[in-house]
């Protein structure tokens, strides 16, 4: 028997009808709130989540996405040690008082002290002996100008500030008299000791400052919130996760491409059962019951998206996947049912399509290579014909796969291991294993976007669409989107009809 298929659309086939009478004033309504609750722990200023993938977030951008109101979600493609530093990178990045400083023995030298400055992403470390008692504090200033070779093995002992010259708070001192002893000795950093003299927390200016940020989305003791990624081989499940939620991760993805397998239903129920207060999201899926499905698991948040990235090529290798705004339609029917929330992952790359995601349902928008191209994102800038561009690749690429073997410590799986013998034992040529149980790639390979600047940037062109589409609907918060979504005040488009809102018999230049 013969079915008729469903049309199923994506963000570019529909347009979103105004409002016969909307009461917004402006853009700028102060009724206006971008807020959204992406799990039952995790609330964001913004809808704003950037993506897993290992050219997109890192601990900087984690930091620079957290400070706008978002969340960026660390990805896996590191050691568990590695990813378990990005975290806590973030975590220390803005506090009132850092509980837990970095710290360096006496005998470390100008070289080692430089570099773990650079890894911690940090301008001060404190000098302790073997018990945690403090001895003194290296700033770059002590070390700007220790350049030649002699220099870079000299003790921290011969350029630290010693305790005698330092000005100290004692245990428990409050924000208020931390300010205070800032203000008083004109200093940037103030250690914090206990009774014993052992260091238990440094008071910065500088993060002082940052805590003024209205936008940044915290946890309720001051951090920067922060998302982390697992996948379910080997140790990336229990030990990964375990480790992450040490470090101070407030939700935890487990990021499959393929949401339907046994597998990852099984490995979400074990995971609920491990850490049953975790926040977890989990995906992708595309449609009701596999959402449904994931709630049922375990899941608080589903990942919705098969094949919409810019570089994933899942649609284009199997065949297989829901246009986006159709899936989040599905998908968000589940969600509303179940209390819970849905997350668009892939396939807003402009701000209408970033408007439209939430207008179909989604909490929040992971953002991939519109994150890319920005400072904050991992890798260099390069020249490609006179234009600044960074590298972004798929995760289900064949490099990032081998990237990820590489970390776990495995080599890829065989499952024809015995036609490889036969045919090293005859001189033949595998065919079977070569072509037959040959497994795609599905992502970009080696792609480039152009180089954007700032995060913020990017950020701000999809906050603006945002509250012009409130504005346009008369709503003030996304559940007012959905609302209006519900009741179906969106028609569907031609391909004309969608070129017809773009700039168009002019040159415009922008990238």
Not at 160 to 168: A, C, D, S, Y
Not at 429 to 438: A, K, N, P
Request: charged content about 25%; some cysteine.
């Amino acid at each position: 028997m013969c079915h008729e298929a469903p049309i199923a659309y994506t963000f570019d086939d529909i347009s979103i009808k105004p409002q016969e009478i909307s009461r917004i004033s402006s853009r700028r309504d102060a009724q206006i709130d971008l807020g959204s609750q992406i799990s039952p722990k995790v609330r964001l200023k913004l809808p704003v989540v950037a993506s897993y993938m290992d050219t997109v977030c890192e601990a900087k951008m984690a930091i620079a996405i957290a400070q706008l109101g978002g969340l960026g979600i660390i990805h896996r493609w590191m050691t568990i040690e590695e990813q378990v530093s990005q975290v806590r990178r973030v975590k220390r990045a803005e506090n009132e008082i850092i509980e837990d400083p970095y710290t360096l023995r006496p005998s470390s030298t100008v070289a080692e002290i430089r570099r773990a400055m650079a890894e911690y992403g940090v301008g001060g470390l404190l000098i302790t002996d073997e018990r945690g008692k403090l001895l003194g504090i290296v700033t770059t200033r002590d070390i700007d100008f220790k350049n030649k070779e002699e220099d870079l093995s000299m003790p921290a002992t011969a350029v630290m500030t010693p305790l005698e010259k330092l000005i100290v708070a004692s245990k428990g001192v409050t924000l208020h008299e931390a300010k205070k002893l800032l203000d008083e000795h004109k200093l940037e950093k103030i250690p914090v000791v206990d009774n014993d003299g052992v260091v238990c927390g440094l008071i910065s200016k500088k993060d002082i400052k940052k805590m003024r940020n209205r936008l940044a989305a915290r946890d309720d003791e001051g951090h920067l919130l922060v998302a982390a990624s697992v996948g379910l081989r080997g140790a990336d499940l229990f030990e990964r996760t375990g480790a992450l939620l040490e470090a101070g991760a407030d939700l935890i993805v487990l990021a499959i491409a393929n949401g339907y397998l046994e597998s990852a239903i099984n490995a979400t129920r074990r995971l609920r059962k491990k850490f049953p207060d975790v926040d977890l999201a989990v995906g992708d899926v595309t449609e009701y019951a596999g959402t449904k499905r994931l709630f049922a698991a375990g899941a608080d948040t589903v990942l919705v998206g098969i094949g919409p990235g810019s570089s994933c090529e899942t649609r284009y290798i199997a065949g297989v996947g829901v246009p986006q705004f159709t899936a989040l339609r599905w998908a968000a029917s589940a969600a509303r049912a179940e209390s819970r929330y849905i997350i668009c992952d892939g396939g807003a790359h402009e701000p209408h399509h970033f408007g439209k995601a939430l207008f179909a349902g989604a909490s929040a928008v992971i953002l991939g290579g519109a994150l890319a191209g920005t400072d904050e994102a991992p890798g260099e800038v390069v020249d490609i014909g006179g234009r600044k561009m960074k590298q972004h690749r798929g995760l289900a690429s064949e490099d990032a796969r081998a990237k990820l073997e590489r970390i776990l410590g495995a080599s890829p799986k065989k499952e024809n291991d015995h036609a490889l013998q036969e045919a090293a034992r005859f001189g033949g040529e595998d065919l079977y294993g070569e072509v037959y149980m040959h497994v795609a790639g599905e992502g970009v390979e080696q792609g480039f976007v152009p180089y954007t600047g700032a995060t913020k940037e990017a950020i701000k062109r999809l906050t603006g669409g945002l509250r012009s589409l409130m504005t346009y609907l008369g709503v003030n918060n996304l559940e007012g989107l959905w609302d209006i979504c519900d009741m179906g005040l969106y028609i569907s488009q031609t391909a004309y009809g969608a070129a017809e809102g773009k700039p168009h018999h002019m040159s415009v230049f922008r990238d």
